[in-house]
């Protein structure tokens, strides 16, 4: 992967700790300070990924939303590719969805867990990617059986299809198979680097790289606390202080292959909207300075 020199596009994750009803206000308010993106997680048991999604593209004009990531268990190939077709054809280039395996205990408790879960993704991907391409598709895999199936309503421009992925047989996957790579918060530019190579992610597949960031004095200790040491360490893993030093944080990871970053509050972040300020403020800097 050769460094991106460019400016990323600059977003900010919606956490599922939020409850449904604060979306409307979080979107809005994304919208209004000149993000890009907000991204949405499908965590079991918070909210619906493509429900949400709907909702926020509804009452936004300019925001892309996205949704990293699906988990593939929880969602028949077909049914997913019907709701993923609808959302993008209501809401045109607004729309990046992407599937992964699913928290493993998750899905283990609802009785989805499959014997492969890379099995069940290599099947479900080329399936959705296809039905959204408008064609007709015949499977008989492990996991995936489909009998000349085909969308009444594909989207006239399919929206990429990413997939979520931490280990080295799903990055290889998700370069082979996935129009680009979701990775989780956690690694260092360096680490986005190393992942990026294991993928063979090349452009124009898209990097979604999730940046914990946070205001306050507190706030690196505070995000710290939720990483996973085994995924690295360092201070840049975490994108805190002057509006300035997020924005020379973020453009770290855009060098380092980046082509979104989402800025991921804590799940408990008591100054939310300082967060989202300085948020927009970094962003602002980030684009000045490419």
Known sequence: MTDNGAVPRIGIVFRPQLPPERLRGFVSEAETAGLDDVWLWEDCFGEGGLTAAAAA?????????????????????????MEIATVARLFPGRFVPAAGHGVTSWMDQVGALPA???????????????????????????YVRLAEVALDWPPPAAPPLLVGARGPRTLALAGELADGVVLDAGLSPDGVRAALATAGVTPPQEVIVYLP??????????????????????????AVGSAEEVARTIRGFAAAGATTVALQPAGDDPRAGQTMSLAARAAAIARQAG
Do not use: Y
């Not at 004009?61 to 929880?74: A, N, Y």
């Open 213 to 238: 960031c946070g205001a306050g004095p507190d706030a690196r200790h505070r995000l710290e606390a939720g990483l996973n040491p085994d995924r690295g360490s360092g201070p840049d893993r975490v």
């Open 57 to 81: 593209l509804a009452w936004t004009t300019s925001l892309r939303l996205g949704i990293g990531l699906i988990p593939v268990p929880f969602r028949n190939p077909a049914l997913a590719a």
């Open 116 to 142: 492969s879960q890379l099995t069940l993704l290599r099947e479900w991907v080329p399936a959705v990617r296809a039905l959204l391409d408008g064609k007709t598709v015949t499977a008989s895999g492990q």
